[in-house]
């Protein structure tokens, strides 16, 4: 089952399937915010993680 991050609005920022190796979709670039924002450095880590 997939798990979601959705905004106020209701527009889906973020999905996640967590029964999967490593599946992500997120509404922003990671590569660019890893320095100055946590959730993009998580982000990076699970993907190395399992790679």
């Known amino acids: ?3 979601m991050a959705v ?3 209701g ?3 973020a999905v996640c399937l967590p029964d999967k190796r ?3 979709a997120v509404q922003w670039h ?3 915010s890893f320095r100055v924002n946590e959730d993009s450095r998580k982000i990076f880590k ?3 993680g399992a790679c």
Do not use: H
Request: glycine share 0%; no cysteine.
């Open 1 to 3: 089952m997939a798990a």
């Open 7 to 9: 905004s106020e609005d």
């Open 11 to 13: 527009l889906t920022e």
């Open 22 to 24: 490593f599946v992500w």
């Open 30 to 32: 990671p590569a660019f």
């Open 46 to 48: 699970a993907f190395v």
